[in-house]
């Protein structure tokens, strides 16, 4: 039982590079989502699913897409990498939303030059 | 909306002595609230969470956290501490029907000999 884990765990891209992050679990948990972690801003939300097939935005959505094709599975995509997205990135899942406990991936620190 | 203020950025605590971390939340409702523990190059651990019960709650590694209501805090309290609760702490609050939890900005802690 793995948990949550996350691929890669460190990239550095130029600007205007693109990239997809994967995040698994292996707790056939229906709700996944992605944080991004900036120093002095905690974790901020970007996107989110609430099963397979589905995802929505949260509060920091743009330049970044997601998707959710399997339940065990949630990709994150950076179309054109800048600067501003140099950042710790986290999933994590949970069995449901706002009230249990969200589990947390190892996190892939991104540096975008 | 929903928010979670940590207003300590960092504290520094002799080994041995005892700790407080504070958290207020903002909302109408009934919160559920959370606190995780994040050592550095890791995820998010959840120490302990407050769903409804008992305001004193236990949770793992010797912290224990006390709701109240009256000043929408979820205090996190550690009698002793040890060199190895050196972390960044953050709390987090969702509700009933939400599916987002919504994180503080996050407290560091320093163990000093």
């Known amino acids: 039982n793995a948990g949550v884990t996350q691929t890669p765990k460190f990239r550095v891209l130029k600007t205007g590079q693109s990239m997809t992050l994967l995040c698994a679990q292996d707790?056939?948990?229906?709700?996944m989502y992605w944080y991004r972690q900036d120093p002095g801003m905690g974790l901020r939300l970007i996107h989110y699913?609430?099963?397979?097939?589905?995802?929505a935005k949260g509060e920091v959505p743009d330049g970044y897409n997601v998707s959710r094709l399997k339940k065990q599975n949630f990709l994150l995509g950076l179309e054109s990498a800048a600067p501003s997205q140099t950042s710790v990135y986290f999933c994590?899942?949970?069995?449901?939303?706002?009230?249990?406990?969200?589990?947390f991936g190892p996190g892939t620190r991104l540096l975008v030059l | 909306a929903q928010s979670v203020t940590q207003p300590d950025i960092h504290i520094t605590v002799s080994e041995g002595a005892s700790l407080e971390l504070r958290c207020n939340y903002s909302?109408?409702?009934?919160?559920?609230l959370f606190w995780y523990v994040q050592s550095p190059g890791q995820g998010l651990q959840l120490l302990l969470k407050?769903?409804?019960?008992?305001?004193l709650v236990q949770g793992i590694k010797g912290f224990e956290a006390e709701f109240k209501r009256s000043q929408s805090s979820f205090n996190l309290r550690k009698p002793s501490v040890h060199w190895s609760d050196a972390a960044e702490y953050f709390c987090?609050?969702?509700?009933?029907?939400?599916?987002?939890?919504?994180f503080g900005t996050g407290t560091r802690l320093t163990i000093i000999p």
């Open positions: 994590a899942s949970s069995y449901s939303p706002g009230v249990e406990t969200q589990y």
């Open positions: 707790m056939n948990h229906e709700y």
């Open positions: 699913s609430v099963g397979e097939g589905t995802t």
């Open positions: 909302y109408g409702a009934t919160p559920y």
């Open positions: 407050y769903f409804s019960g008992d305001t």
């Open positions: 987090a609050v969702g509700y009933f029907g939400n599916e987002k939890l919504t």
